[in-house]
C-alpha cells in the first residue's frame, strides 16, 4: 500500500510531461485574439472593456448594475467598507473558506467571529450562525462553498431578525442558484472572483453586485483611489477631465486587458457549467462504492456552479491518509488541491483570536480529510479518466 501511495503506481499514468495542472482553465482563441487587440489598441488600463464587462456580468446576474475590482478579495473588503461597518463591527463567517475571507473582514477594520459548518453540505450552519450573535454582530458572511448555495432563506431570516448586513461571497458561485435567485443578489452585497481556477476567469478579477446604487457608486470610487466617479475616462478622446479625490481609496480597479478576457468567459460560461456537471456526474458514478465521502447532491429547486469536486479520505477507513493521498496523486501526474485546511487550523488566527480547530469541529473534520479533484472544464474525457484511474490506484484498489 505505501508504496502504491508514494508513487510506484500499478498502470502506466499520464507522462510528467503531461502532468494535469489542478484548476488550469479553459482558454480559447477568442480570448487571446482579443487580449492581443487589446494589447494593440493603445489601451490597456482599466476604461471602455472593463465597463462592459460590468454590464455584460450584470445582466447575467439579472441585476441593473456591477463594480469589476482586481479580485473577490477586494470585493469583499469593498463591500464591508460600502456597508459601513467600523472598528469593532463583528461579521460571521464560517471556517471551510480561503483566508481571503476572514482577512478582507480584518482589512476594513472589523472582527471576524467563525460558527461552524453543517458536516453535509459543508456550508455555514444557520443554527451555528444564531449562536454567535451578539451585540456587536453587524453582518453576515456567508460562502457559497464550491458552488453549493447555503441556506439563504434561513441566514435571511437571522439577517432581518437582527438587523445585519448579509455579503455573499460568491468566489466559486457564479452559476448558483436558490430557489430560483441568483447568488449574489440575496443580500446587499455578492462578491465574485475571476481568479485563474475560477469557474470563468480573468486571471486575477473579481466582482461586486451590490443592491443598493449608493453602495455600488462608493465601491466604484474606493476602487480606484476615491477618485470622483468615471476618473478613469480622465485620458479619454473627449479631452482630459480633472477628477476630485472625496476618500482614500484603493488600487483595486480591474484592467480593460483582463476584462477583454472576461468577457470571451462569459460567452461560454453555461458551456462549461454544462461540461463541469457531466465530470462531476462521472466522478459520483465511479466513486460510489469507494470507502471515500463524496460531496453531497445538489438540493433540490437550487443550481451548484459545480466549482470544486471534493472527496474526504479518512485515513482510518483507507489505510491511506489524506496527505498520502495528495502525495500518491500528484506522483500518478495530477494535480490535486486542498480546499480548504479550516481557518483555526493557521498560525495567525490561532495567535489572533485564540481559535482552534476543535472549536469548529465540523470544519476541522472536512479540513483534515478533504482533497479536491480537477473538475476544470478543460479536461479531456482521457483526462477525466485518468483521474478516475488514479484515485483507485492511490487507494490501492
Ligand atoms: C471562498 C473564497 N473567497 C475569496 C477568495 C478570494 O478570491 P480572489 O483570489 O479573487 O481574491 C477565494 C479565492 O480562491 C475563495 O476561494
Known amino acids: ?12 499514468f499520464r507522462r510528467r510531461s503531461d502532468f494535469l495542472v489542478f484548476g488550469s482553465p479553459a482558454i480559447e482563441d477568442a480570448e487571446i485574439a482579443e487580449v492581443v487587440a487589446c494589447l ?7 476604461g471602455p472593456k472593463a465597463a462592459q464587462f460590468e454590464r455584460e456580468f450584470a445582466a447575467y446576474k439579472g441585476v441593473s448594475q456591477a463594480v469589476a475590482v482586481s479580485s473577490c478579495t477586494a470585493a469583499l473588503h469593498l463591500s464591508i467598507l460600502a456597508a459601513g461597518l467600523m472598528q469593532g463591527d463583528e461579521v460571521i463567517t464560517t471556517p471551510m473558506t480561503f483566508c481571503a475571507t476572514v482577512n478582507a473582514i480584518l482589512h476594513a477594520g472589523a472582527t471576524p467571529v467563525l460558527a461552524d459548518v453543517d458536516p453535509r453540505t459543508m456550508n455555514i450552519d444557520p443554527q ?4 454567535k450573535i451578539t451585540k456587536k454582530t453587524k453582518a453576515l458572511l ?4 464550491a458552488g453549493r448555495p447555503c441556506e439563504m432563506d434561513e441566514l435571511a431570516a437571522i439577517a432581518r431578525k437582527h438587523g445585519l448586513k448579509i455579503i455573499e461571497d460568491c468566489a466559486h458561485a457564479i452559476e448558483t442558484e436558490y430557489c430560483g435567485r441568483k447568488a449574489g443578489t440575496f443580500g446587499d452585497f455578492g462578491c465574485f472572483s475571476f481568479y485563474v481556477t475560477k469557474n470563468i476567469i480573468t486571471g486575477e478579477g473579481g466582482m461586486v453586485v451590490a443592491a443598493g446604487e449608493r453602495e455600488s457608486a462608493r465601491i466604484k470610487v474606493l476602487a480606484l483611489h476615491g477618485m470622483s466617479k468615471d476618473a478613469w475616462k480622465r485620458f479619454g478622446d473627449e479631452g482630459y477631465k480633472h477628477y476630485e479625490v472625496v476618500e482614500c481609496g484603493f488600487k483595486y480597479n480591474m484592467m480593460d486587458l483582463q476584462a477583454v478576457i472576461g468577457l470571451q468567459q462569459l460567452k461560454r460560461i453555461d458551456a462549461y457549467w454544462k461540461r463541469r456537471e457531466q465530470i462531476w456526474q462521472q466522478y ?6 469507494l470507502p471515500i465521502g463524496l460531496p453531497a447532491a445538489p438540493a433540490a429547486d437550487t443550481q451548484h456552479a459545480y466549482h470544486l469536486y471534493t472527496i474526504l479520505v479518512d485515513g482510518a477507513r483507507t489505510g491511506v491518509s489524506r496527505d498520502q493521498f495528495l502525495t500518491g496523486m500528484t506522483a500518478r501526474n ?3 488541491g486542498v480546499h480548504y485546511r479550516s481557518v483555526p487550523e493557521h498560525q495567525y488566527y490561532q495567535e489572533r483570536f485564540g481559535w482552534r480547530p476543535s472549536d469548529f469541529p465540523h470544519a476541522a473534520k472536512i479540513g ?5 479533484l480537477p473538475l476544470s472544464a478543460k479536461l479531456t474525457d482521457a483526462d477525466v479518466q485518468d ?3 488514479a484515485v483507485r490506484d492511490t487507494l490501492g484498489l
Do not use: C, N, Y
Not at 40 to 46: E, F, L, P
Open 334 to 336: 495530477i494535480g490535486v
Open 40 to 46: 494593440k489598441g493603445g489601451w490597456i488600463g482599466t
Open 1 to 12: 500500500m505505501t508504496q502504491l501511495v508514494d508513487g510506484a503506481a500499478k498502470t502506466a
Open 128 to 131: 451555528s450562525v444564531e449562536r
Open 284 to 289: 459520483d458514478e465511479a466513486f460510489a462504492k
Open 142 to 145: 456567508p460562502v457559497h462553498f
Open 387 to 389: 483521474v478516475i484511474a
Open 368 to 372: 483534515q480529510q478533504t482533497i479536491s
